[in-house]
């Protein structure tokens, strides 16, 4: 393959590893904050305290239990989802510049 086609491939493969990973960031912001929505719904103030300082476990389980108490999906396939697409299109990226 030519210098200058590589170096595009290059390009092209830095540009999806740069939206895969706004993806992640906005993905994972906005669950981040829908997470502590569920949980101040549910347990208030002192739930959102709890759950900061548990960290990740809280924020694995409030998703499923939107979905499986409320019947609302959407905060389990936004967090799990925009992260899954976000491995894919990096992966994508990666491939592409040969890393």
Known sequence: MGNGRRERVNAIGGFFKTIGYIVWFGTGIWGF????????????????VGALVLGP??????????????G???????NYGGGIAA?????????MSKE
């Open 57 to 70: 476990v809280t924020f694995l389980a409030a998703p499923l239990y939107a979905g499986f108490a409320w």
């Open 33 to 48: 904050f829908l997470c502590l929505a569920i949980i101040s719904k549910v347990a208030g103030f002192w739930g959102i």
């Open 87 to 95: 491995m894919i299109i990096i992966g994508i990226g990666s491939a």
């Open 72 to 78: 609302n999906w959407f905060p389990l396939i936004l």
